[in-house]
Structures are given as structure tokens and as C-alpha cells.
């Protein structure tokens, strides 16, 4: 209909529909993404996009040859084919071991009529190469200068061969046969400039998610991090009865710092600070998060823990700073830290309650001397 009634070549009108196919799959995915991470599910967002890419090309590819099955133009929609194919094993980098890849391959040619013709299994083991050869790609091209075209000449090379198959298996011309190939490469290059220019647009939208949450100087996460993750741990804890604690510590005298050795001092300070309290932190459970919530005032959130089983950590990262020694235009500055400890109890009406609680015990331990734990 496309050609006879709108004037639109049914080449372009392809080109429109393969855009159309790979948008609604970012669309899918940013909305699968953006729905495990509102429930807090523990799964990596590459397992997701694994999962999804798998199923969402499978169902594609199905539903496109359901319309030709059985026919004599059943390798009409060849190209799309490939392009899903490539799309999985070079964009997405889904790698799939031959025991689970063949098996599709094997209800695929079932599903469309050819399993009884040599030439659709010669076509079914180059596809299986052809998925193995872009995983291999996909990683020896990462500081390649020119990987556009490695991967447009792998491509073409391939869809000479598959293309060939099916040439033979349908006894259709040459012409049609060097027609179908340009095809495939314009839509291989029209695949690579796309989901390039979407995953651009992805790492910026992680840059600028990265900068918004967290602290420039020390690179810890900032006051809107803490602030989104309290709401929800104070939520979930009410909610679920579970255990949540909180520690809240600040450099002792640190405006001595700066004004005795400057503000570049106190930086240095900071940062080293923040490094040790991160190292001991992943060291013992990396699901217990830093926050840097004011100048020199941090807040570490336990999930999950009580105020007994928070002391391990607490007094861990209390020991290493009050050891830290910092080197600064030959300068020796010495650290300590006051430490306010706290467990959400059934009395906090909301989060601020909670944090104030920490905070009195905090202050409690800078009146009494500075460089002690206040936990109760």
C-alpha cells in the first residue's frame, strides 16, 4: 500500500520502520529501568537490558515472518533479521552459549517452514557465527580508531554469505541479490549512527545524574541523595518493621583548618577523609551508603541495621580517621571526628525527627570533649 497509493519506496518506508522498532525498545527500556529501580529491586540494569533485548527481538522477528511464513518470499524480511541480530550481540552485547542459541535457531526454522532445506542450515550456523563474530568485535573494537568499519565491512561480509544461501534456496536474480545487500549495509550503517547517538545521549544523562547527586570535591554522595534515600528507607522500615540506623559525623575544629593552612588544607582534608571512611565501608558491606550533608558533616545510612550491629563499622571508621595524618605543603594536619550514632525508633514521626536525634547525639559528643561516640 505504502508504494501504490502514498508514492513512499518500500525501502524507505523500511528505514522508518526499523527507526520506529529501536525507539520503542529504548522506550520500553528506559520504562523497565525507571520501574525496577522505583520498587528497589536488586537486579543490574545489564541483565535487564539482556532480558529485554532478547525477548523484545525475538517477538519482533516472529511477528514480522508470521506474514510471510511458507511463502516463496519468505526471505523478505532477511535484513530486519540481521539487523536484530547485530543489535543484540554488537550494541547490547548479549552473549548467549551455543546450547541456548541454537535451540532458537532450531524453532525458528521449524516456525518458518525450512527445516528440511540444506541451505537453511548452512544459513542457520553462519548466523550463529555471525552472532559470536560481533560479541568478539564488540570488544576488540573498544580502542580501535576506526571500529565503524570493522564492523560495516564484518557485517557486509557476512550478509554476502547469508545472502547467498538464500539466493540459491529461492533461485531469485542477481539484481535482487546485490539490491538486498546494499540494503542491509544502509540499514547497518543507519543502526550504527542511531544507537550511537542514543547511548551518547544515554552517558550524558548518567553524567549529569552523577553530578546532581553527588559532591564535587569529594565525589560522595550529596545532601539530594541522602534526602531522596532517607524518604525511602524511613518508608520502607515503617512499613516493613524493619531496622535502620544512622551515623552522623563531623571533622573536629575544621575551621581551624582552613584558616591555619587554608581552605585547599580543609579540601585535602575532606577528600581523604572521605576515601578512608569509603574504603572501610566497602570493605564490610558496600549496601552502607556515605553522604556528605554540609561542610564537613557526613551521614552514613545503615539499612537493615540496629544500633548493635552498626558498632563494628562505626568504630572501624572511627579508629582510621582519628589515625589520619595529612600531608600539606609539608604540613602535618592531624584528624579527628565527633560521632553521633542512632536507631530509627517507632517514635520519629518522619525522617527530620530521625536525623535530629542523630544530630543531638553528635553534639552531645562535640560538648563532652569532640573525638567520641555518642550512641543511644
Not at 125 to 153: D, E, H, S
Not at 172 to 192: G, H, N, R
Not at 222 to 238: E, M
Not at 261 to 290: E, F, M, S
Request: net charge neutral.
Amino acid at each position: 500500500m505504502t508504494w501504490s497509493y502514498w508514492r513512499v519506496a518500500p525501502f524507505i518506508t523500511s528505514i522508518f520502520f526499523i527507526l520506529g522498532v529501536l525507539t520503542l525498545y529504548w522506550v520500553l527500556y528506559n520504562w523497565l529501568i525507571a520501574w525496577v529501580h522505583s520498587r528497589r529491586i536488586n537486579i543490574d540494569d545489564s541483565v535487564v537490558n539482556a532480558w529485554h533485548g532478547v525477548v523484545y527481538m525475538l517477538v519482533f522477528v516472529f511477528v514480522m515472518q508470521t506474514t510471510v511464513v511458507g511463502t516463496n518470499e519468505s526471505w523478505q524480511f532477511m535484513n530486519f533479521q540481521l539487523i536484530a541480530l547485530v543489535f543484540c550481540s554488537y550494541f547490547l552485547n548479549i552473549h548467549i552459549r551455543y546450547y541456548a542459541l541454537l535451540p532458537v535457531v532450531i524453532i525458528y526454522m521449524v516456525f518458518n517452514q525450512s527445516i528440511y532445506y540444506w541451505e537453511s542450515w548452512l544459513y542457520a550456523g553462519v548466523m550463529i557465527l555471525l552472532f559470536w563474530t560481533m560479541n568478539f568485535l564488540r570488544v576488540w573494537l573498544v580502542k580501535k580508531r576506526y571500529a565503524w568499519a570493522y564492523y560495516l565491512l564484518t557485517v557486509s561480509a557476512y550478509g554476502a554469505i547469508l545472502w547467498l544461501f538464500v539466493k540459491v534456496k529461492f533461485a531469485f536474480s542477481w539484481d535482487i541479490y546485490w539490491q538486498e545487500l546494499l540494503y542491509l549495509e544502509v540499514f547497518t550503517i543507519l543502526l550504527y549512527a542511531y544507537v550511537n547517538m542514543i547511548t551518547k545521549d544515554s552517558e550524558l544523562k548518567v553524567q549529569l545524574t552523577q553530578f546532581a547527586n553527588h559532591d564535587a570535591l569529594t565525589r560522595a554522595e550529596n545532601y539530594a541523595a541522602y534526602t531522596a534515600q532517607i524518604k525511602y528507607l524511613f518508608a520502607d522500615s515503617a512499613k516493613n518493621n524493619l531496622s535502620l540506623s544512622m551515623m552522623m559525623f563531623d571533622i573536629d575544629h575544621f575551621k581551624a583548618v582552613n584558616d591555619t593552612y587554608g581552605h585547599l588544607a580543609g579540601d585535602r582534608v575532606l577528600q581523604q577523609a572521605t576515601t578512608i571512611v569509603q574504603t572501610v565501608l566497602d570493605a564490610n558491606d558496600p549496601q552502607v551508603k556515605l553522604y556528605r550533608t554540609g561542610g564537613e558533616e557526613f551521614n552514613v545510612l545503615f539499612q537493615g541495621y540496629d544500633l548493635a550491629s552498626t558498632k563494628t563499622i562505626v568504630d572501624q571508621i572511627f579508629a582510621a580517621i582519628n589515625h589520619l595524618v595529612v600531608k600539606y605543603n609539608d604540613q602535618q594536619i592531624h584528624v579527628s571526628i565527633s560521632v553521633g550514632v542512632a536507631q530509627l525508633h517507632p517514635g520519629d514521626a518522619d525522617p527530620q525527627a530521625f536525623y535530629n536525634r542523630v544530630d543531638q547525639n553528635l553534639y552531645y559528643s562535640k560538648r563532652h570533649g569532640r573525638m567520641q561516640i555518642t550512641a543511644k
